[in-house]
């Protein structure tokens, strides 16, 4: 019978812990370099392009994967990753009033900063395809559900798990929310995303699980989703 594991400690812990986000970052950047040099893709994220589409989908799946997998090596997976079940009406209506104020925060911080036009995201006229049919159905799953499982999953999740641990509560509701700013890589969009990341991390904070957190992380995406779609 062979002896359990040792769980990882030291820069090794916090290497695996980074791992997921730069394998994201590396798959999405060769992806779309790869793609870009065989077909010609939009300079805008365009939700019918279906091969910038598909990348950014098999990013996520790899992102989701990559996070699941070092959470297993560090120890159980649904208590690092707080996996956990909460009550379900206070998670609805913490969720609720967490994507309230989220909303009204970006609405107040957009006039200053204008996060949402730096993203370059512009779906642009339907084209009317299959294909484009195709593409609007994997961006809208990469944005409403990609992202938001798998960047619950690792911010509130396995990061934030990782810096209570080590430091403080209050450390790993600010810092997961700056990993989480930082990570899109838009600097003026960064004030909104801190303040989510806040407001995801508060709430995961008070029910010690991420699901309130997906559900609110999901209906804020979807909302803004749907939003480009019609603008």
Do not use: K
């Not at 609405?107 to 642009?124: K, R, T, V």
């Amino acid at each position: 019978m062979s002896a359990p594991r040792t769980p990882p400690a030291g820069l090794l812990l916090w290497l695996l812990v980074a791992l997921p986000i730069v394998m994201q970052l590396a798959i999405t950047t060769l992806g779309i370099a790869v793609v870009g040099s065989l077909v010609e893709l939009p300079e805008r994220m365009a939700f019918y392009s279906l091969p910038q589409a598909a990348v950014v989908l098999g990013a996520y799946v790899v992102f989701g994967a990559a996070t699941l997998l070092v959470a297993r090596r560090i120890g159980p997976v649904r208590e690092v990753l707080a996996l956990r079940r909460t009550p379900l009406l206070p998670g609805i209506g913490l969720a609720a009033l967490g994507l309230v104020a989220g909303l009204a925060i970006a609405a107040l911080l957009e006039p200053i900063f204008h996060g949402a036009e730096s993203q370059n995201l512009d779906p642009g006229p339907f084209p009317g395809t299959a294909a484009a049919a195709v593409a609007a159905a994997c961006s809208a799953l990469s944005v409403v559900i990609g992202a938001s499982v798998t960047e619950e999953l690792y911010f509130r999740g396995l990061l934030y798990e990782r810096l209570d641990l080590r430091f403080a509560r209050a450390a790993a509701v600010i810092g997961s929310a700056g990993a989480f700013g930082l990570a899109h890589f838009q600097p003026d969009a960064f004030p909104t995303l801190f303040a989510l990341g806040l407001i995801l991390g508060l709430l995961r904070m008070r029910t010690a699980s991420i699901w309130p957190s997906v559900g609110l992380h999901a209906a804020n995406n979807g909302l803004a989703f749907a939003y480009l779609l019609a603008s």
